[in-house]
């Protein structure tokens, strides 16, 4: 693979506009290559005039000119452009007569090495100024100063200083919790004294633990960074020398490995530092499970899991056409009991329709989140090494779908068939027995079938149930948004209590939809997916204190009070309540398709470079984005054909709300891509490449300390 393929993977792509610009410098040495195959004459005579002898070198750290050379013998000019707060940058340029039209290396002038994290309130971030700099004290960086480096083990000095650092350190609760907040909003929130049990110790180590992982790995990357970037240094360098024959490359990689970039070792020794503290405090000194911890091992995609997902996507084709030759041929949708019959059973199998559609339209996602390199195993939280990829979750649909369908073609075949007539008590348990199956493995505890991602996946969802009790993540209101495009599948599962709550078949459709509570769930569940997102954004105003989040909860809002009149409606075909669900669907359509388009996915933007997008655009044909907003207002609005109930010929029964829910899925998924693309843009705006850590203490200055401590003097 050539360098510049490789570099751009290597990427951190929050970073990706701090790295040095490899194919802007590949632009210009095309230039000068064309230059002199276009004048041959002028680039021999020029040179000539040059030869390795006259170049030298010019100090970083002392950037003019020496006053004893000629301008003539000077490969590289370095000056400083600017300096604030201790801190340096400086622009290198390389000198080359402008009579061989290479004077655009002059005017490109060199590269500023140079990335700033903007730390926002309650998220860790890490200064990445590649100049000269002072480094300010930090009390966990001065903890792992004082290890020695040379044999792992931590000095006199450090014991003795602990007390010290202890003295400046007050624990807080981070752990967040239903009951913790709770207390928060009725007990005060001054420290009565501390007193902790094994748990909640236990739970502060955890944390502390992580803590060291994830500042491990900003190490990592920061070395990484400074690697790839010398890389380039050395390899356009060397394209240089080849295309010109002026041999100043080494010249040149002498000015970047005396820079800060290239000589400073304050990462790698940071990195030991790291490692001895974490593998003598937290794995007993046991080195190798030490860096499994702080190096896990990336993922390898395996060629059994591409073959399974071709077998099973293949096997739901085939009983696809299957299901429909034997309606075709046994002319069930003719027949109006067996129509009646696929009424009543369809909401079963329906629920596993709507799971395996929303589980392909998230592989898709995440198929094209990697192919435009959008961040999403970070920006998600996933655990390095354990996320599951596109192939896997394809995979998981594909044997969903194929159990869900060929348990439907066997229930049909025996249902219709008289002569296996008598099975009919057994196969009416077949949807009940594939749903406990799947439930069954999800909650499973034992370590098989991604047990990991199945764990995340049931926290999440805890954590929406639980609003406004958590702290809201991304994750949290991101799976509350697929819930709400899930109405139907919800429905679907209230179904299966009422179904198999029945004592006779032919009683439970009438019975379910005669049965005042089975009604009144009917409107709640269609209802509270809105509820978790609107009290999830009760909960980040409080604590942002945001107005955003009061006009997002206040869109919720008013989704749910559409949906419940829409649901009214269903019951009531009056023409009053057709009016109010017009209007308020209508309204709610408005408002969640400007949401969409403008604060979501970030587009129409007033004075932005690209009309009516955003400035930075990932997909690279910006017809794309024009296509997605008419689809998202065409979806939005075909919600209000549920409440016109235009005639539709052909169709039975629930088919077509069963469309637009599908419908409802589809664009969805289509909302997944752009607003991660739209999360992901605004984390590289601000350089964040890691996750936000909150530590089980406060750490205070001397002066801090001080007023504290005078302040409790006053109080007592």
Not at 96 to 103: K, L, W
Not at 375 to 388: A, D, M, S, V
Not at 488 to 508: H, S
Request: hydrophobic fraction near 40%.
């Amino acid at each position: 693979m050539k360098f510049g393929k490789e570099f751009k993977k290597q990427k951190v792509s929050e970073w990706t506009e701090a790295y040095v610009d490899y194919n802007g410098l590949k632009h210009i040495l095309h230039g000068i290559r064309s230059f002199r195959q276009n004048n041959p004459n002028l680039a021999r005579a020029s040179s000539k005039r040059l030869s390795l002898k006259n170049f030298n070198s010019s100090s970083l750290h002392e950037s003019n000119i020496d006053n004893h050379d000629d301008i003539e013998n000077q490969v590289i000019v370095v000056h400083t452009v600017h300096q604030e707060n201790s801190r340096k940058l400086y622009n290198t340029r390389l000198i080359v007569s402008p009579t061989e039209g290479e004077g655009q290396v002059d005017r490109k002038a060199g590269v500023e090495m140079s990335c700033r994290s903007q730390q926002q309130p309650g998220s860790s971030g890490v200064d990445l100024s590649f100049q000269e700099r002072h480094s300010d004290s930090h009390p966990v960086v001065d903890v792992l100063h004082r290890n020695n480096s040379t044999n792992g083990e931590i000095t006199d000095e450090y014991e003795t200083s602990n007390l010290e650092i202890l003295d400046r350190i007050k624990i807080s609760n981070t752990y967040d919790s239903p009951m913790s907040t709770i207390r928060g909003v009725f007990t005060d929130t001054r420290e009565k004294g501390l007193s902790y049990n094994k748990e909640e110790l236990k739970e502060v180590e955890e944390r502390l633990k992580i803590a060291f992982i994830e500042f491990y790995q900003k190490l990592c990357l920061l070395k990484h960074y400074s690697f790839m970037n010398m890389c380039a240094f050395s390899k356009i360098l060397k394209k240089y020398d080849k295309i010109t024959s002026r041999f100043v490359a080494r010249s040149y990689m002498k000015i970047v490995d005396d820079s800060y970039i290239g000589s400073s070792d304050e990462v790698t020794n940071l990195m030991e530092r790291v490692e001895a503290v974490f593998i003598k405090n937290f794995l007993n000194s046991n080195r190798q499970e030490g860096m499994k911890l702080l190096r896990p091992i990336r993922k390898i995609e395996r060629h059994r899991i591409t073959f399974c997902s071709g077998f099973f996507s293949g096997c739901t084709v085939a009983l696809i056409v299957a299901v429909i030759l034997l309606i075709e041929d046994r002319k069930l949708m003719q027949i109006k009991s067996a129509t009646l019959y696929i009424e009543i059973i369809f909401p079963l199998y329906g629920f596993f329709t709507f799971t395996v559609l929303h589980m392909l339209v998230y592989a898709a996602n995440m198929y094209f989140w990697r192919r435009y390199k959008i961040n999403y195993p970070f920006i998600f939280g996933f655990r390095q090494g354990t996320e599951l990829g596109y192939r896997e979750v394809f995979l998981l649909s594909s044997v969903l779908g194929v159990m869900a369908l060929a348990t439907f073609l066997v229930h049909m075949h025996i249902k219709m068939d008289s002569e296996t007539q008598h099975y009919e008590t057994y196969i009416e348990l077949l949807p009940l027995g594939l749903i406990i199956v799947v439930l069954a493995i999800t909650f499973c505890p034992f370590n098989f079938m991604y047990r990991s991602s199945r764990f995340y996946l049931i926290k999440c969802v805890f954590r929406c149930v639980c609003a406004p009790l958590y702290k809201v993540t991304l994750p949290d209101f991101f799976l509350a948004d697929q819930l709400t495009s899930q109405v139907q599948a919800i429905r679907n599962f209230e179904y299966y209590i009422c179904f198999y709550g029945g004592r006779q078949l032919t009683r439970r459709l009438k019975r379910c939809s005669n049965n005042e509570v089975y009604n009144v769930f009917y409107f709640v569940l269609a209802v509270v997916p809105y509820w978790f997102r609107f009290l999830q954004c009760v909960r980040r105003l409080f604590e942002e204190r945001d107005s955003v989040h009061g006009y997002n909860g206040l869109r919720y809002f008013t989704t749910i009070v559409a949906v419940v009149i829409r649901t009214a409606f269903e019951f009531r075909k009056k023409i009053a309540w057709k009016v109010l669900a017009l209007l308020s669907s209508a309204v709610a359509a408005i408002a969640n398709t400007y949401w969409d388009i403008v604060v979501d996915w970030g587009l129409l933007q007033r004075r932005s470079k690209n009309l009516f997008l955003r400035d930075k655009l990932i997909v690279p044909h910006k017809n794309v984005y024009f296509v997605a907003m008419v689809l998202d207002i065409l979806l939005r609005f075909a919600w209000l054909q549920l409440v016109l109930i235009l005639d539709v010929h052909s169709l039975h029964g629930k088919t077509v709300s069963t469309i637009f829910s599908c419908l409802e899925i589809l664009r969805r998924g289509l909302w997944n891509f752009f607003r991660l693309e739209n999360e992901h843009l605004n984390n590289v705006g601000k350089f964040r490449a890691f996750k936000s850590v909150p530590l089980p203490f406060t750490y205070y200055e001397d002066k801090d300390d001080n007023d504290g401590n005078e302040r409790d003097e006053k109080d007592e």
